[in-house]
Structures are given as structure tokens and as C-alpha cells.
């Protein structure tokens, strides 16, 4: 089956440092969506990319969908404490009908 | 945007025992679908629970252990049937808003937390 794999698993960061979380998966998707949960919130949606090689930005959060529309990275700049939380990807694959999630990437930031 | 309403927020229950899961929406919702989320991990869905229908399961999951309920547009129930500890997890609701295309955003509930003792 389908399988979405996030890298880093955890990723501790200093405030104000940039760091990038990636996305794989093991098919072709049709689209990617990224989203955020916080420490004991539920997920929020942040955004989708549908266009091979396209990109996406959110004030400090960049999001990019690869060219073979297999893996996606969301990259922030200048880390807040407000990052804090556990960064899923979720693709559905080609000629699918069902979202897969990653694994997630935790973000810790030390001030 | 969709307002979920999911209760209980946390359980704490005993082997054996059932527990049912509300989620309420403020407006009528095309898709529904109920996810676990265990601690430290990603989210796997149970099923999609269909209005007026059977829900469809996904692999690994079954209606006798996750029976689901969508009686109307805006509810539906999770029940989690005699529970072991290993049930012990965060059961969300989730749905999508627009006209059920598998690309749509999903919006989440707030979450139970399921403790099995």
C-alpha cells in the first residue's frame, strides 16, 4: 500500500534558526497537504500543492511539492516558539481517492 | 470552515467496557470519517462514516469492534466496543466541507482521549 514517510521524526530547534522537514512517498500523488497539531490540539490544515514543482508560501513557512510529485518539504525561517507542534504531510495518491499521513516531524524550539 | 463539536473529551474506562464518541458539526457535511491517533503518532483512519448507510472500513479495522452511526448531514458516533488497553488512543473527527472530492482540506474535531485500564 501507500506509504508517506516524514523526515525528521524530531527536530529540535533554536529560535531563530531556519530547519526543513521533508515528505516521501513511495507513489506518485495528485496532491499533498501539510498540516499542524499543536501539543494537545487537534490537526489544522495548512495547505495543499497540486502542480509538480510547485511552491508555496505562508509568511515564514515555504512549502514545495517535488517534480515528480513524490515528496514535498516545508521549510521555516526564522523558528518562533509559536512552531511549536508536530508537522503532518498527507497525500493522496495518483488516481486515488484516500489521504495518507506521514509519520510527522515534532518540533521543539529552545529559546 | 466547520465548527466540530466532539464529546467526551477524555474517558477513562475499564476492560470490557463500550464507549461511544459524538461529533457534531454546525452545518451539513458531505464527508465524515473517524481517525486514531496513538501517543506520538500519525493519524490512521477507521473508517468513512456514510449518511443513511453502512460505514466503510478501512483494512485492519471492522464494524463489530468500531460500529459508527451518521443518522443526518451534521452527526455522527464512534463506538470503541469492548476495549482493551490496547484501544487506549485519541479517536478524532473529521470532515470535509465541500462536495466529498477526495482533495479537500480536512477539518478535525478537538479529540477523545481513551484511556483503557
Known amino acids: 500500500g501507500q506509504q508517506v514517510m516524514q523526515i525528521p521524526q524530531y527536530q529540535h530547534v533554536q529560535e531563530g534558526e531556519d530547519f526543513t522537514t521533508y515528505c516521501n512517498s513511495s507513489?506518485?500523488?495528485?496532491?499533498i497537504q501539510w498540516y499542524k497539531q499543536r501539543p494537545g490540539g487537534h490537526p489544522v490544515f495548512l495547505i495543499q500543492?497540486?502542480?509538480?514543482?510547485e511552491v508555496k508560501k505562508q509568511k515564514r513557512l515555504t512549502f514545495q511539492f517535488g517534480e515528480a510529485k513524490k515528496n514535498s518539504s516545508l521549510h521555516i525561517t526564522a523558528t518562533q516558539t509559536t512552531d511549536v507542534g508536530t508537522y503532518f504531510c498527507?497525500?493522496?495518491?495518483?488516481?486515488?481517492?484516500?489521504?495518507?499521513f506521514g509519520g510527522g516531524t515534532r518540533v521543539l524550539v529552545k529559546p | 470552515s466547520a465548527v466540530i463539536s466532539q464529546k467526551p473529551s477524555r474517558d477513562i474506562c475499564q476492560r470490557g467496557t463500550s464507549l461511544t464518541i459524538q461529533c457534531q458539526v454546525d452545518?451539513?457535511?458531505?464527508?465524515m470519517f473517524w481517525y486514531r491517533q496513538q501517543p506520538g503518532q500519525s493519524l490512521t483512519l477507521i473508517a468513512t462514516?456514510?449518511?443513511?448507510?453502512?460505514?466503510?472500513?478501512e483494512s485492519g479495522f471492522v464494524i463489530d469492534k468500531f460500529p459508527i452511526s451518521r443518522p443526518n448531514l451534521t452527526f455522527s458516533t464512534l463506538t470503541v466496543s469492548n476495549m482493551s488497553p490496547e484501544d487506549s488512543s485519541i479517536y478524532l473527527c473529521?470532515?470535509?466541507?465541500?462536495?466529498?472530492?477526495?482533495?479537500?482540506?480536512?477539518?478535525f474535531g478537538s479529540g477523545t482521549q481513551l484511556s483503557v485500564l
Open positions: 473529521s470532515v470535509q466541507t465541500g462536495q466529498g472530492a477526495s482533495n479537500e482540506k480536512l477539518f
Open positions: 507513489t506518485t500523488l495528485s496532491n
Open positions: 500543492l497540486v502542480k509538480s514543482g
Open positions: 498527507a497525500g493522496i495518491k495518483a488516481a486515488g481517492n484516500k489521504l495518507t
Open positions: 452545518s451539513q457535511v458531505t464527508m
Open positions: 462514516a456514510n449518511q443513511g448507510s453502512e460505514a466503510t472500513y
